[in-house]
């Protein structure tokens, strides 16, 4: 009927036993008449098994064998996947990165994949037999094994699918879908059907740790629809054909349902700092953001205020770890611009609202700030895109401010 | 100074101290100016973790995926082992059997190296590289990881060294060399200096277990001088220049020592069946073993005596496990041939005698009966090659004859 990317994470075969019902659930669509490649990680604790024998040897692995290492995780679980497949009487064949020839370049660790031969697979499918593919791994120009760093096998199921032109990619999880907001934060908090790619990487991106980032990049680029879904839950063939609920993850349709908001997404690990009475200048962002990036400390929002006396005030935030070196590399700066101040808070959070359909409508803003204003939460930093509003309060805020925001805005009803 | 192979195996490599030790051994053949090719097995206790998951899904096991599974063992060794002979500023490069290029055939589980591609092995160690190569291992036409059996890591390490032309092959085990019988039985028992490969393959196929029988006849075929030696000695760069004691293995030369005798190997398990009175006609011998080969039984010894009455006794030996289905296969014959009798005795042993020596020498048989005799140790069947003298006798009298020939051919004093 169709043909299906399916990618099994750590906790999905974690075990013999689950490796075992994973093989059930790839027969069901298999009986249903659907060609299935499926993409495994290591079973759980392996990949840190094996990193801790690492980091025995040496501070710092050298990252080529360190790829040879970790790149077993997986190949594990595809033999023993292909072997479960095979004793269900389900033809099945592995695949290591090498094997599939999934080219990537030579960034051990961090990889990119820059192609994939989809022959051999090809072949496979059309003999009716499942392929079963090491995700996370791939193979360079020299023949080294390489790693997409971690989380990476989302990435390897979503470009499987784009080089396959598959019709879905089910990512399978231990979570059964992506919701408005953390559940372990909002109970009220709901399921949602589907979301565009857009509003997911704005969710993944803020804190929701459900897929890789750039698997959802990926797959929005390729336009592969991509769906999340546990893999403890049994396929669900009557729902919509796809065998699975889960969320879908897809560019936006007309019949899409059009809520203005699809997800409140935060981050629990901010820092700000801020500079005060920087001399204003051509280049000045510059010669401080510059520093702070040589420093490999990433940076999140930016503002800058811009004052009467021909100074200027620039503030932004980062993740918490990084705040006493960035407090250092900020002092510095400040000193060679005879700027006047250092001053930096690590107890924020922020909060944001994540929806396509904001796009078309005014008043989402307002009408955010008027609901924290009324619970008494004062916002920090204001940061806006198309699809997204962010602000930025106090710590001990983070859960009123989002308990009242999702009902603010009737996430936990389902839209029509 | 010398080209190297040295393998390692599961002991030696067994845990992430013991790699480190493994790669400071290394550093000091490549400080006195040696290049290196090390073959590793998998970590012990590695293999059968991975087999026991594989029978955890499938009684028999997918010989494919198999392949796939076991061939993850090695790849963690030669990572970890790279990493630490990095660690130690020692440059180190690690290789699969697919990135070697060790062509065999597609016997998945029992493959056959066919070819070995040296062209990046030789650029690595022309560039100052240790190279590190995962033992057991390689890649079919197809591309298709395959494996040796059990024991591989041997043949791999004789066959890169016969396609490298490397001056010698060392395999470290655990025990320091080949002895003149196991010092378990006899504590006088004297590690041999060197053994030729013909002896060795007698000792080996008798029960020595130091090293697999298809690396001495490897070795042997391409002439590849082979050091058996043990991993938790230092190696002493004194005693030959060849950094290590231990025993070499390789063909007889002139100044070799010239003992009559070099050792007395034995075997604990085995049983032997008589059948009695078959008529005596051409292809008896054939109507007789064959059902026997049929049934998957190796035959060891055989020896048949005419009677005078036209009739003929057979026996044979086989391993003790075999004992009863050879004597269900054995009775069934015996009808069909119309024999008198089938007898058998699953108690007993065999004790060989094996050196180079005794070719040019008569006497020596005569000696080990008389020996043997004076003891009251009865011989129930005699076996003999060119280097090597069998007897076998009531399972009593192992440890007693081979102390006694031992003592009486003075293996435990070194020769001049």
Redesign the interface.
């Known amino acids: 009927m169709a043909l299906i990317v399916q990618k099994f994470g750590g906790t999905s075969v974690g075990t ?1 036993d689950r ?2 019902n994973v093989a059930e659930r790839i027969k069901k669509f298999r009986d249903r008449g659907d060609d299935v490649v499926v993409v495994v990680s290591a079973m759980s604790g392996e990949t840190n098994r ?1 990193i801790e ?2 980091y ?3 501070d710092r ?2 990252a ?3 790829d ?2 970790l ?2 995780g997986e ?2 679980t ?3 996947l ?3 497949l ?2 269900l009487g389900v033809p099945a ?2 695949y ?1 990165g ?2 599939v020839h999934i080219l990537t370049d030579s960034a051990h660790n961090k990889a990119r994949i820059l192609d994939i031969k989809e022959k051999n697979m090809r072949t496979d499918l059309e003999q009716g037999r499942v392929v079963v593919v090491a995700g996370f791994q791939g193979v360079d120009e020299q ?3 390489t790693t997409l760093g971690r989380g990476g096998s989302d990435t390897t199921a979503v470009a499987l699918a784009a080089a396959l032109n598959a019709d879905e990619c089910q990512i399978y999880t231990d979570v059964d879908g992506v919701y408005t907001t953390d559940p372990r934060v909002v109970p009220e908090a709901r399921r949602l059907d589907k979301i565009t790619f857009e509003e997911m990487l704005e969710m993944a991106s803020l804190g929701s740790k459900v897929l890789q980032i750039r698997a959802v990049e990926f797959a929005g680029k390729y336009n592969v629809p991509l769906r999340v879904l546990s893999s403890f839950d049994e396929p669900d063939f009557d729902a919509d054909g796809s065998g699975a609920s889960g969320t879908l993850i897809t560019y936006e349709e007309d019949e899409m349902e059009q809520a203005l908001i699809s997800g409140i997404a935060f981050n629990r690990d901010e820092a700000k700092l801020t500079i005060l009475g920087v001399p204003d200048k051509p280049g000045v962002a510059y010669s401080i953001l510059g520093p702070v990036g040589d420093a490999n400390i990433e940076i999140d929002m930016i503002i800058q205020n811009i004052s009467a006396d021909g100074t200027t005030d620039f503030t932004f935030t980062i993740h918490r770890n990084d705040f006493e070196s960035a407090t250092a590399v900020l002092t510095r700066v400040s000193n060679e611009l005879g700027a006047r101040e250092v001053v930096g808070d690590d107890k924020i959070v922020k909060i944001s609202l994540v929806g396509v359909g904001m796009r078309s409508h005014a008043g989402i803003a307002s009408k955010m700030f008027k609901t924290l204003a009324e619970e008494g939460i004062n916002i920090n930093m204001i940061s806006t895109s198309e699809i997204k509003i962010s602000v930025v309060v106090d710590e001990k805020y983070l859960e009123l401010g989002v308990r009242t925001l999702h009902s603010a805005f009737g996430l936990e009803q389902k839209t029509s």
């Open positions: 013999v490796i075992r094996l024998m690492a025995q040897i040496e692995p050298n080529r064998e360190y040879v290492l790149s077993t190949q594990v595809i033999a023993l292909s072997m479960a095979n004793k064949r592995s290591t090498t094997q023949g080294d094994i």
